[in-house]
């Protein structure tokens, strides 16, 4: 069993900058991909940014230049940098890790993030 606990979400103004922090329990952190989605009232859950294993890392139109994923093995945590933040980026943010081949699947909890103009 995997928990995942991001933190990190808050208010801010447009054009500023938060980074979000997932730490995620157990050994098999350094094996999955990370991914951070995004969710706004009355729409569907979107995915922002993924991380895989290997570091490659791939991220929404929306967010591209703005936002950057990383992750710390070491630390078993993953990061989301996001700057020049704009109101349409408010939502609550989700951490999710996965591996394909062992049939993980886990998301935290969600933090709020919330960008006001």
């Known amino acids: 069993q995997v928990q995942l606990v991001e933190s990190g979400g808050g208010l801010v103004q447009a054009g500023g900058s938060l980074r979000l922090s997932c730490a995620a329990s157990?050994?098999?952190?350094?094996?999955?991909?990370l991914g951070w989605y995004r969710q706004a009232p009355g729409k569907q859950r979107e995915l922002v940014a993924d991380?895989?294993?290997?570091?490659?890392?791939n991220y929404a139109d929306s967010v591209k230049g703005r936002f950057a994923i990383s992750r710390d093995n070491a630390k078993n945590t993953v990061y989301l940098q996001m700057n020049s933040l704009k109101p349409e980026d408010t939502a609550v943010y989700y951490c999710?890790?996965?591996?394909?081949?062992?049939?993980?699947?886990?998301w935290g909890q969600g933090t709020q993030v919330i960008v006001s103009s």
């Open positions: 991380i895989t294993s290997g570091g490659t890392t």
């Open positions: 999710q890790l996965s591996h394909v081949g062992l049939r993980l699947l886990y």
């Open positions: 157990g050994s098999i952190f350094s094996r999955c991909k």
